[in-house]
């Protein structure tokens, strides 16, 4: 029993690193059958990890129709967005202080999506607040496939990436916080197009 339990959390780590790193398309069907014959192992754990990440609101479960990638509409990424944005400023408000580490250094694009994860669930961390990080960490997560998916239209990103990381590490949270308000601006600026590429790509799918 307990080794059937390590098995389940060991793959449902592994899924979940899957999802954040941006391994499945928004809006793709994920069969049980595929990814346990992907991760070598039986369908229990895969079914396991599946249910576990939808109730993380990083999986949806749509019943008789099986599990699928979150494909968010227009009005759905933009309240993420808006969100995102009110729990970093809150947690700027509320005394976030780096712990004097630097941030990863970018050398490619899919290393600013995951730079950003971490550098948002730092500034959450850093708060007395275990409430509202994990309320962070949840918002966060949900949107790590997203900036993955995206992350061709903002051709800049590893700048925009080092103006935030530099106001966090130096404690300029006054620079960082106009810094966060523009970069999620710009995010909701985008959400048309966004989606509009989320879709294009999950219909290439099929």
Not at 10 to 20: K, S
Request: aromatic share 6%.
């Amino acid at each position: 029993m307990i080794a059937s339990h390590s098995k389940s959390m060991r793959l449902y780590g592994q899924l979940r690193r899957a999802v954040l790193c941006g391994r499945f398309t928004p809006g793709q069907r994920l069969e049980p059958a595929t990814l346990a014959h992907e991760f070598d192992t039986s369908l229990t754990p895969v079914r396991f990890a599946l249910y576990r990440l939808s109730g993380e609101g990083l999986v949806n479960d749509q019943a008789r129709d099986g599990f699928y990638m979150p494909l968010p509409t227009e009005a759905m990424l933009r309240d993420l967005y808006e969100w995102m944005e009110h729990l970093l400023l809150m947690a700027c408000d509320r005394g976030a202080t780096p712990n004097g580490r630097a941030h990863m250094s970018i050398e490619s694009d899919a290393g600013t999506a995951k730079a950003t994860w971490q550098l948002f669930d730092s500034i959450a961390r850093r708060t007395p607040q275990r409430a509202l990080h994990h309320a962070a960490r949840r918002t966060n997560d949900q949107l790590a496939p997203i900036r993955s998916a995206k992350r061709s239209l903002v051709p800049d990103a590893a700048a925009e990436f080092a103006d935030l990381a530099r106001a966090w590490e130096r404690a300029d949270i006054e620079n960082l916080k106009a810094a966060l308000r523009a970069y999620h601006a710009r995010r909701r600026q985008l959400v048309p197009t966004i989606v509009d590429v989320l879709n294009q790509a999950r219909d290439a799918l099929h």
